[in-house]
């Protein structure tokens, strides 16, 4: 089994404004996501814009307001944090690849 993780952001701070006080206000962090087969996220809040996400091993995902990963979706390797813009109220699906 996998486990992945998803951050939420409501914007992306600038290089100028990577304080603490100012990134912590702006995350959401959803609970860890088990998964072999495909497993979908809580729904993306309503002021979330942006989301960063990450697994312990390769996966293959997709985000849609009812997601389902399939061998015929983006394939990320194991560890390697992907940020991307997205809907409040979707989800992201992942499964083993």
Do not use: C
Not at 38 to 58: E, L, V
């Amino acid at each position: 089994m996998a486990e992945a993780t998803v951050i939420e952001f409501a914007d992306l701070p600038s290089m100028q404004n990577l304080s603490i006080a100012k990134w912590s206000s702006r995350v959401v962090q959803q609970t860890p996501i088990t998964f072999t087969t495909t497993t979908q996220s809580a729904a993306f809040g309503a002021n979330t814009r942006y989301i960063m996400f990450h697994a312990d091993a390769a996966f293959r995902w997709t985000i849609a307001s009812n997601p389902t990963a399939t061998s015929n979706h983006s394939r990320m390797p194991a560890d390697s944090p992907y940020h991307i813009q997205v809907q409040p109220g979707d989800k992201i699906a992942f499964v083993t690849a």
